[in-house]
Nanobody, 118 residues
Framework: QVQLVESGGGLVEAGGSLRLSCTAS??????MGWYRQAPGKQRELVAT??????????NYANSVTGRFTISRDNAKNTVYLQMNDLKSEDTAVYYC???????????WGQGTQVTVSS
């Protein structure tokens, strides 16, 4: 059983910045990242980072490319999401995602609210 501990989030004005972090208890060879769900909408990908034997690879939603940066600290098995130039449409509950490479199960954090006021 993998445990995910999220932190960050909160209320910020449009144009501001926030940083989310998520620490996992599982294997360091994994996919970690963030999804978000706004009221009345489906959960959507924000960004992911794969940690494998050949290094790290990132993937971003088009809507956040150039504004958000995902990174990881393998020593801490922690992933970070730096969110800059936040917009009102970024308002959502952000969920940490984890999957061990080669295993089928997905794990989700409890979610953290990000609210951007315009």
């Amino acid at each position: 059983q993998v445990q995910l501990v999220e932190s960050g989030g909160g209320l910020v004005e449009a144009g501001g910045s926030l940083r989310l972090s998520c620490t996992a208890s599982g294997n360091i060879f994994n996919i970690m990242g963030w999804y978000r769900q706004a009221p009345g909408k489906q959960r959507e990908l924000v960004a992911t980072i794969i940690s494998g034997a050949s290094g790290a690879r990132t993937n971003y939603a088009n809507s956040v490319t150039g504004r958000f940066t995902i990174s990881r600290d393998n020593a801490k098995n922690t992933v970070y999401l730096q969110m800059n130039d936040l917009k009102s449409e970024d308002t959502a509950v952000y969920y940490c995602y984890y999957k061990t490479l080669g295993e089928p199960r997905d794990y989700w954090g409890q979610g953290t609210q990000v609210t951007v006021s315009s």
